[in-house]
């Protein structure tokens, strides 16, 4: 069994781990959250990325979690892995997190590729309790994890140039959009994350370190692997897998039942070396 297959088989039996009380949550989140750790993270080492991404079935009953691995040099695929389950734990924004990392981590027990860093669609430290779905995972499996959220969760910032590459500081706060968020890091304002534009004159993303990276690498990693598309390509591959995935779970006849030994292929599906590529959330 290879090791992040034993570790997440390890981590998912740990029921101490997984509350299905958003309260006992959030004091778990407060109590790990002293875990994270900061490395530098250079990219020009980074051969594997994974990106990781869920999806949602329109009634909520069921969602799809993705991930697919790129050569961070050709952005080529390299391995992927889709799995449907049932969410188990409440919509509760902030703990999101308790209810998507447990697919998410049994798709990366399917890959047989090892990933040099992880991009979740959402936020490390860029969180109320500085412990959002990157530092997360990142903390369960020890491994180095870049947020990467196309929308803003928590932090003050203030809008980057319009050029590519331009980027603001977060800093700590309630989320809003500020004059000058760099004065306010200067003054000593705790940073959080970096908004961050990837195309010019489009909507930025918003990048937190998860853990074992720093936010200067984690923002450089994001931008190199974000060529054409505002989203970073590893997360907009897993994005078009997961769509790809419930389409084919929606469009089977309603008697059908997933848990079947029999279930189609599209229900868990790895590719060490897929043909077709997925098009490019937390």
Do not use: N
């Not at 994270?36 to 020009?44: F, K, M, S, T, Y």
């Not at 990325?49 to 697919?68: H, I, K, P, T």
């Not at 974000?226 to 989203?231: A, D, G, L, Q």
């Amino acid at each position: 069994m290879p090791e992040i297959a034993a570790r997440v088989e390890q981590v998912l039996d740990e029921a101490e781990l997984w509350p299905r009380d958003p309260s006992e949550a959030v004091a778990l989140q407060r109590r790990m959250a002293g875990r994270v750790r900061e490395e530098p993270l250079d990219a020009d080492t980074v051969r594997l990325v994974a990106g990781l991404d869920v999806s949602y079935a329109r009634d909520d009953s069921l969602l799809s979690a993705a991930a697919v691995v790129l050569d961070a040099r050709t952005l080529e695929v390299v391995d992927s892995a889709v799995i449907s389950a049932e969410p188990e734990f409440p919509y509760v924004p902030g703990l999101f997190s308790f209810r998507e990392l447990p697919p998410v981590l049994r798709a990366l027990a399917e890959l047989t590729a090892t990933p040099d860093v992880y991009l979740c669609d959402g936020f490390g430290l860029a969180h109320p309790r500085r412990f959002g779905v990157a530092s997360h995972l990142g903390v369960l499996l020890d491994l180095p994890v870049v947020g990467s959220a196309k929308s803003v969760l928590y932090g003050k910032h203030s809008v980057p140039g319009p050029e590519r590459g331009a980027w603001t500081p977060m800093v700590a706060g309630r989320s809003e959009t500020v004059p000058d968020s760099v004065a306010l890091a200067e003054r000593g304002a705790e940073v959080v994350g970096r908004v961050l534009r990837t195309r010019a004159g489009v909507k930025p993303v918003y990048v937190s370190a998860g853990h074992r990276v720093d936010l200067p690498g984690a923002a450089d990693l994001v931008l190199r692997l974000s060529p054409k598309y505002r989203i970073p390509e590893p997360v907009r591959h897993a994005d078009r897998l997961c769509g790809e995935h419930r389409k084919a779970l929606s469009a089977a006849p309603p008697s059908t039942s997933w848990s079947e030994p029999d279930a189609p292929p599209d229900s868990r599906r790895r590719s060490a070396h897929p043909r077709r590529r997925a098009r490019g959330t937390r």
